[in-house]
C-alpha cells in the first residue's frame, strides 16, 4: 500500500505534508524513497513514537490552523486520518499550504469498515463534496481493498477496506 500511495505523489516534487501522521509508519517509508515529509499530530505520544522511527519534521499543530506558509507543499496527505475532522473546518487550511499544481491525497475508512466510535466513516461523495466547495477538483477516487503484495479496486465500496480520493 506505501508504495502505491508514493506512486501517486508527484515524482518531482518532493514536499509532502502528512495532516494526522500519526506513529510516522508510512511517513518513514516515503522518506525513505526521497520525500521530505513533514507530519503534523495533535497527538504529542504519537509524534514522539515517529521521532523514534527516525522521522526529523514533526510539528505539533491543529488542522484548522496550519503553522505553515502558503503553497508551501507539492502535497497535502491525509492518511486515514480525515475521519477525525470536520472537512470544512480543514480543508481551507489544506488548499492554502498546497502549492498550485499540488495533489491532495486522502486515504479513509468506508462506512462499513470497522474502526473506533470516534472516526467518521464517509463515503467518497461525502468526502468530494466538500472537497469542490473549496475549490479542489477531485481528479480521481477508488474502493480499495489491500492485500500483502497488492492494491486492489473494487466495485463497491461496500466491498472495499479503504477509499482513496486525489484532488487539485
Given at each position: 500500500?506505501?508504495?502505491?500511495?508514493?506512486?501517486?505523489l508527484?515524482?518531482?516534487?518532493?514536499?509532502?505534508?502528512?495532516?494526522?501522521?500519526?506513529?510516522?509508519e508510512?511517513?518513514?517509508?516515503?522518506?525513505?524513497?526521497?520525500?521530505?515529509?513533514?507530519?503534523?499530530?495533535?497527538?504529542?505520544?504519537?509524534?514522539?513514537?515517529?521521532?523514534?522511527?527516525?522521522?526529523?519534521?514533526?510539528?505539533?499543530?491543529?488542522?484548522?490552523?496550519?503553522?505553515?506558509?502558503?503553497?508551501s507543499?507539492?502535497?497535502?496527505?491525509?492518511?486515514?486520518?480525515?475521519?477525525?475532522?470536520?472537512?470544512?473546518?480543514?480543508?481551507?487550511?489544506?488548499?492554502?499550504?498546497?502549492?498550485k499544481?499540488?495533489?491532495?491525497?486522502?486515504?479513509?475508512?468506508?462506512?462499513?469498515?470497522?474502526?473506533?466510535?470516534i472516526?467518521?466513516?464517509?463515503?467518497?461523495?461525502?468526502?468530494?463534496?466538500?472537497?469542490?466547495?473549496?475549490?479542489?477538483?477531485?481528479?480521481e477516487?477508488?474502493?480499495?481493498?489491500?492485500?500483502?503484495?497488492?492494491?486492489?479496486?473494487v466495485?463497491?465500496?461496500?466491498d472495499?477496506?479503504?477509499?482513496?480520493?486525489?484532488a487539485?
Open positions: 500500500m506505501r508504495r502505491w500511495l508514493a506512486g501517486k508527484p515524482a518531482r516534487q518532493k514536499r509532502v505534508l502528512s495532516v494526522g501522521c500519526g506513529s510516522g508510512l511517513e518513514r517509508d516515503l522518506e525513505r524513497l526521497g520525500f521530505a515529509v513533514t507530519g503534523i499530530d495533535v497527538s504529542h505520544v504519537m509524534l514522539q513514537t515517529a521521532a523514534r522511527r527516525g522521522l526529523r519534521r514533526l510539528v505539533e499543530a491543529d488542522a484548522r490552523l496550519l503553522p505553515f506558509s502558503a503553497a507543499f507539492d502535497a497535502v496527505f491525509f492518511p486515514e486520518s480525515i475521519g477525525y475532522f470536520e472537512l470544512e473546518e480543514v480543508m481551507p487550511e489544506a488548499r492554502r499550504v498546497l502549492r499544481a499540488g495533489r491532495l491525497i486522502i486515504t479513509a475508512y468506508p462506512p462499513d469498515f470497522e474502526s473506533d466510535s472516526y467518521k466513516k464517509r463515503s467518497l461523495a461525502e468526502i468530494s463534496r466538500p472537497l469542490a466547495a473549496c475549490g479542489f477538483r477531485v481528479i477516487q477508488r474502493s480499495l481493498t489491500v492485500k500483502r503484495n497488492a492494491v486492489i479496486e466495485a463497491s465500496e461496500k472495499s477496506e479503504l477509499l482513496y480520493v486525489m487539485r
